[in-house]
């Protein structure tokens, strides 16, 4: 998640997709002279050769195939990008059943290859990706249609955000869903989803009305409040435990430019913003409209770290009054409120190959200054510590604090409910990331590791001091979480049981939970212990 807020803020950034919200090699997967002719002969890779046997050859890219780069470098991150035995790559829900039948055949007897799946590639955390297996690439799976009649917009796992609004908008509607047009679909719903709209819709996933799902055993299903009720409430935050989602039918709304206007302050405010930041967080449901980023980035060539305050209102109000205390506070810089659409606020890009972006997920604390400011005073330990170990010039950092009204789980218990469990507590949260990104190449895997290790170290610090004033949440938001964390452990255990009951009772064999090992999966959550790497 820090990282997505990188692309907000990192220069040297480069384009990831092109008007259409495609990615390259989507754009080229059509063309003849990319589609890669495979025989029958065999490729050395029993998995490989099971999808050509499945006359699946015309979806099958091996490292010859001239695509086969370029999907590599699908994955948003550039130390997330693995090269499998081969991709496949689906267009249609049809081909995911054979897809899955043929791997699930393949995978019987020994061997120790595995299957990813992956929509938008966004993932920092390895879930979406592999080495030792195939992967699965979603993207050709990317339209995105709207249905006046049933006022259902649908929406293409494998689709950008990006696409997805342009789209919508040409229908005068718009969906919950990513701040960055270049993150995909599929893995942020089944997260749950923030979004700007948040404080008022809650998450993404609530605002499903519809999956469709193909399940382990290679049937197509759908989850709705009337027909596989279960599932598609623990689809709702539940990640990758149950199927591979191919559509979402999502609940829209009329299409309204939003607008943002963003603030640079000096550090020596720093106990002033931080009050704005309680305060913004604890409004009432008249201020739903609004959303408020919070970003402290060290900046090398300055030797300083500055606070970068993002002022978002979703119903195109360029003064609203939830920011006035804000605009109180001396900036250093600011970029005044600019009204624009959804699609051209989440024209977003991607890292450079010569970055590397280093954290250990997110911690929720209370809405409450105290614990904020030990956040912050922690955060400067970090940058010393980095400081101190790797050249300066090679790294910045970046911490965000996002609002959590407890509001949004009023609306999601309205929608139906979600796994995320936010209702149990009826108090105001904040979720705080820190990270740090290595620029140039000029650092070593070491230089990783240790930069890891600080960020954890750091958290678990946070984590002990929040529970002493009662000030911790026990709450990990999955969609931002590293793999080291514990986010479906952090749902509760009434949520915890209905996960695993359910990704039981649609994938019996455990196809998901064994032959895709990516992501958070339901079985590594120990039975009526609460997660300890969560606030």
Same mark, same amino acid.
């Given at each position: ?66 695509? !086969? ?252 009054? &939830? ?42 604390? &209370? ?53 995320? /469990? ?54 990990? !938001?999955?969609?931002?979480?590293? &793999? ?7 749902? /509760? ?43």
């Amino acid at each position: 998640m820090l990282f997505t807020i990188a692309t907000i803020l990192i220069p040297k950034l480069i384009k990831f997709y092109d008007r259409a919200g495609l990615t390259l090699y989507a754009a080229l997967a059509f063309s003849s002279v990319t589609a890669q002719e495979v025989n029958n002969a065999e490729t050395g890779y029993p998995p490989c050769d099971a999808l050509i046997q499945a006359n699946l050859s015309h979806l099958v890219h091996l490292a010859d195939s001239p695509l !086969y780069p370029t999907l590599v470098n699908g994955s948003w991150a550039p130390d997330t990008r693995k090269s499998p035995f081969c991709f496949v790559l689906p267009t249609t829900t049809k081909e995911v059943p054979q897809t899955i039948i043929a791997l699930r055949d393949a995978g019987r007897g020994a061997g120790d290859w595995h299957i990813a799946v992956r929509s938008g590639g966004h993932a920092t955390d390895h879930s979406n990706n592999i080495d030792t297996g195939v992967a699965i690439d979603l993207t050709q799976i990317n339209a995105t249609t709207y249905n006046r009649e049933t006022n259902i917009a649908s929406v293409g796992t494998g689709a950008r955000w990006g696409a997805v609004y342009a789209d919508l908008l040409e229908h005068d509607v718009s969906v919950m869903g990513g701040r960055e047009g270049v993150v995909g679909v599929g893995g942020l719903v089944l997260g749950g989803g923030v979004s700007w709209y948040t404080p008022k819709r809650a998450f993404a996933c609530d605002s499903v009305v519809n999956y469709e799902v193909v399940l382990g055993n290679g049937s197509i299903v759908n989850a709705n409040p009337h027909s596989n009720r279960d599932l598609w409430k623990a689809l709702k935050g539940g990640g990758a435990n149950f199927g591979i989602v191919t559509r979402f039918d999502m609940e829209p709304f009329p299409a309204q430019n939003i607008t943002k206007a963003t603030t640079v302050i000096s550090m020596e405010h720093l106990d002033e913003v931080l009050d704005a930041v309680v305060g913004f967080t604890s409004l009432d449901q008249s201020f739903e409209d609004n959303y408020l980023l919070t970003v402290f980035n060290y900046d090398q060539a300055s030797d300083s770290t500055a606070i970068t305050l993002t002022e978002v209102n979703t119903a195109n109000d360029l003064n609203s009054s &939830a920011f006035h205390s804000l605009r109180k506070i001396p900036t250093l810089r600011r970029i005044p409120a600019k009204s624009m659409s959804l699609a051209e606020s989440s024209d977003g890009s991607s890292l450079s190959d010569e970055m590397r972006t280093v954290g250990a997920g997110p911690v929720t604390v &209370a809405n409450d200054h105290r614990i904020l400011r030990f956040i912050v005073d922690q955060y400067n330990g970090f940058v010393k510590n980095i400081k101190e170990k790797v050249n300066p010039a090679n790294f910045s950092t970046i911490f965000d604090l996002q609002p959590m009204p407890f509001r949004v789980a009023d609306y999601s218990v309205s929608k139906g409910g979600n796994m995320l /469990g936010l209702e149990r507590n009826n108090h105001d949260r904040v979720i705080a990331a820190v990270g740090a990104i290595l620029f140039g190449g000029q650092y070593s895997d070491h230089d990783v590791a240790l930069i890891y290790q600080l960020s954890a170290a750091m958290n678990d610090r946070i984590i002990a001091h929040a529970k002493s004033p009662g000030l911790s949440e026990d709450w990990v !938001y999955l969609a931002y979480s590293d &793999a080291q964390q514990d986010p479906l452990g952090s749902y /509760g255990q009434t949520n915890v049981n209905h996960i695993r009951q359910v990704a039981h009772k649609y994938d019996p064999k455990g196809f998901f939970q064994k032959r895709v090992p990516g992501g958070f999966k339901i079985d590594r959550v120990e039975t009526g212990k609460k997660s300890n790497n969560s606030l």
